[in-house]
């Protein structure tokens, strides 16, 4: 769905505000003390398992593109915003053998870390995650993946950036995603950081209201581009990598 601009720029505001914190910044490098080989996005994801009498069962993850996962180190940057007290941000986790830390799903493009030893990682520093999630509720389904056609929509990406300082600052875009052959795929090109972002869109619900939904997240771009690994996708991939764990 192609929105005018004032809708566009409202959505934006609103995922700032609804998911600026489901997202953190990673870094992957050669060794400690080198120079960064490439920054990402990832962001938190729960997916709905089943339910029981005292509610919902969820599993925890953190998503990005495997390309961001490659690194023989890696950082999950932290923020103020995402810690309780904001001084646990002070500083990032630093994983080595970055890459084995995640599932890899590469006929997705896809790495993802269940979050329990991040909360470990947690509370044994005396801090707690203050975290927003891509609910599974916003995960978008088959239907909206569908829904999307060759004629270019909007998308929104949130992403954490790379400032001329190394800094990562919140960053929202408003693109165009359109349907090619069987991917969806960003027109344009996207700057350092954005790769495993989460990539939104809008549909219109049953009852006429705009709903927002997460379509996936970034690929590497290739094409002038970036293909879109969707969570149609995704959610399949998660049960059939964890089926003998569930």
């Known amino acids: 769905m192609l929105l005018d601009q004032e809708t566009e720029n409202e959505i934006i505001f609103e995922l700032c505000q609804l998911l600026g914190r ?10 400690p003390g080198a120079p960064a080989e490439g920054f990402g996005t990832a962001f938190f994801y ?44 002070a ?8 890459a084995d830390q995640w599932l890899r799903l590469p006929e997705l ?37 569908a829904g999307v056609g060759a004629v270019p929509g909007s998308a929104f990406v949130l992403a954490l950036g ?33 790769l495993g972002a989460p990539v939104f869109a809008v549909r219109t619900g049953a009852d006429g209201a705009l ?9 590497p771009g290739r094409d002038g581009g970036h293909p879109v690994a969707t969570f149609d996708r995704i959610r399949t991939a998660l049960v059939e990598a964890t089926a003998g764990y569930r």
């Open 91 to 98: 500083e990032p986790i630093v994983l080595p053998d970055f």
């Open 211 to 219: 709903a927002v939904h997460c379509l996936g997240l970034v690929l």
């Open 46 to 89: 729960t997916e709905l398992v089943g339910a029981t009498d005292d509610g919902e069962v969820v599993h925890e993850w953190l998503l990005t593109a495997e390309a961001a996962t490659t690194g023989a180190y890696g950082e999950i940057g932290l923020r103020p915003s995402v810690t309780d007290p904001a001084e646990g941000a």
């Open 162 to 194: 790379v400032g001329d300082d190394g800094s990562r600052p919140l960053e929202a875009v408003i693109e165009r995603v359109v349907r090619d052959g069987d991917e969806l795929r960003i027109t344009a090109e996207l700057p350092a950081g954005y």
């Open 22 to 31: 489901a997202i953190l910044p990673l870094r992957r490098y050669d060794r």
């Open 109 to 145: 493009g896809l790495a993802a870390m269940p979050t329990g030893g991040l909360h470990g990682y947690a509370e044994d520093r005396g801090w707690s995650w203050r975290t927003q999630q891509v609910a599974d509720a916003v995960a978008a389904d088959a239907g909206v993946i």
